[in-house]
């Protein structure tokens, strides 16, 4: 049997085929009545399954391919960005930002939304300068920025073709040195959140929820940016972000200056990711209702911690992309790994989003959320949009499954 990355969903697919070539994947595509694309797994919801059939990329060529004079890198659908990160590097280019793990594919990222942090750095999306995917009648279509739909194809959930490569745009190579506060009370942070959150290339806080404190302020400066104080104590040695975890998993803290690739992520790619044994829901808010909305999550605390394990903040800034959950507000996400017990964390996932309601929190696609469909919807004003670019690549709903067919296409 197929399963996510959690554990916690089995995929429904009556087939999973596994194509060594395009052209084969697009003969799949041509034959079969319904197909979704399959990353490397890690959502935590059924926004990638379907009782039909499941296409994995993994068994296509590897491709990387740096433009230097155009700045650009071409990657295949199948990679994940632990696969494309020193390669890029070794050629004087970096990534502007990477997510927390690099173990997720950079197809599936880009086609959710996904995001690191840092409030002059937008999602992982962003970056995306063309799309090459095969669309319903095995044709194959390269989309690129500018094009009419191009920013509603990027984040497309799958619905729109299955992506076999994607153009990145690239920065010329930096360091990175990364350092770890710890003990942050919120009411030292609220009346600095944004001074904080703005104080280095990437800034995350974490907390658990059983107090009115941020643990650990995950800080990760370009090498020769300026050191900005943090009102907490910096850590005495390595920490995993969950309270009592190994800090081996992670990346280096010790503030030595290391290649972007080594540095953004929290997690080294050659070790399990996070806890592993973990759910997820994430909510992104626009990022002047952060003090706001944290405020409202310290009241129902008590409801989050018994089972959660870590509480991530982070920020990201605008973009374009008309499914992103950071289309056109700069964004504060609100992250949460909870405990592997799906009946014991969804009531304190309501009452997340109950407490997050005034602020129109966009739940991430492919983690845990209760959000009805008719919440939802009106939250991306670009949905009919997205709706006529669907009609239009695939009018007969070959890429559509029950996710879809609910928040997208009902």
């Known amino acids: 049997m ?27 595509v041509a034959r079969g009545p319904r197909i979704r694309a399959l990353g490397t797994r890690h959502s935590f919801n ?14 296509l060529e590897p491709v990387v391919e740096v433009d230097s004079d155009r700045a650009r890198v071409r990657v295949g659908g199948g990679l994940r960005y632990a696969d494309v990160g020193r390669y890029i590097d070794e050629r004087g280019f970096a990534l502007g930002n990477l997510g927390s793990l690099p173990h997720i594919s950079v197809a ?13 750095n937008a999602n992982l999306s962003a970056a995306v300068a063309g799309l090459e995917l095969v669309t319903a009648e095995g044709d194959l279509v390269t ?3 500018g094009d009419e739909g191009f920013d509603g194809a990027v984040v497309g959930l799958g619905a729109l073709g299955v ?7 690239l920065v010329p190579s930096f360091q990175v040195r990364q350092r770890v506060y710890e003990a942050l009370p919120l009411d030292a942070l609220f009346p600095k959140f944004q001074e904080i959150v703005s104080s280095a290339y990437s800034v995350s806080l974490f907390t658990d929820w059983r107090g009115p404190v941020i643990n650990q302020v995950w800080v990760k400066r370009r090498d020769g940016e300026a050191v900005v104080p943090i ?5 005495d040695g390595p920490r995993h972000p969950v309270p009592g975890m190994s800090p081996d998993s992670c990346t280096v803290q010790s503030d030595i200056p290391g290649p972007w690739f080594e540095r953004l992520p929290h997690f080294r790619p050659d070790r399990i990711p996070s806890a592993g044994d973990e759910l997820q829901s994430e909510f992104m808010i626009d990022a002047s209702d952060a003090v706001a909305a944290l405020t409202a999550l310290d009241a129902i605390r008590d409801h989050i911690h018994p089972v959660l394990r870590i509480c991530e903040i982070r920020t990201i800034a605008a973009d374009r992309l008309w499914l992103s959950p950071c289309y056109e507000r700069d964004t504060v996400a609100l992250h949460f790994t909870w405990i592997a017990d799906t009946p014991a964390v969804l009531p304190a996932v309501a009452r997340i989003e109950e407490a997050l309601a005034p602020f129109a929190p966009r739940p991430h696609w492919a983690k845990i959320f209760t959000t009805p469909p008719d919440a939802l919807r009106p939250l991306y004003t670009r949905l009919p949009d997205f709706q006529a670019l669907a009609d239009d690549l695939d009018p007969s709903g070959k890429f559509r499954n029950p996710f879809t067919d609910k928040y997208l296409f009902a």
Do not use: F, I, K, M
Not at 47 to 59: I, Q
Not at 108 to 120: E, R
């Open 108 to 120: 599936g990222a880009c086609a959710t939304g996904t995001h690191g942090s840092g409030v002059g």
């Open 46 to 59: 059924e926004v990638g399954d379907t009782p039909a059939e499941l296409v994995e990329l993994g068994g």
């Open 163 to 169: 992506v076999v490569a994607l153009e990145l745009d």
């Open 231 to 235: 009102p907490a104590e910096p850590a």
């Open 2 to 28: 197929e399963v996510n990355w959690a554990g916690n969903l089995t995929y429904s697919a009556a087939r999973v085929h596994r194509p060594v070539s395009v052209g084969e994947l697009q003969g799949v």
């Open 143 to 145: 989309l690129r920025r």
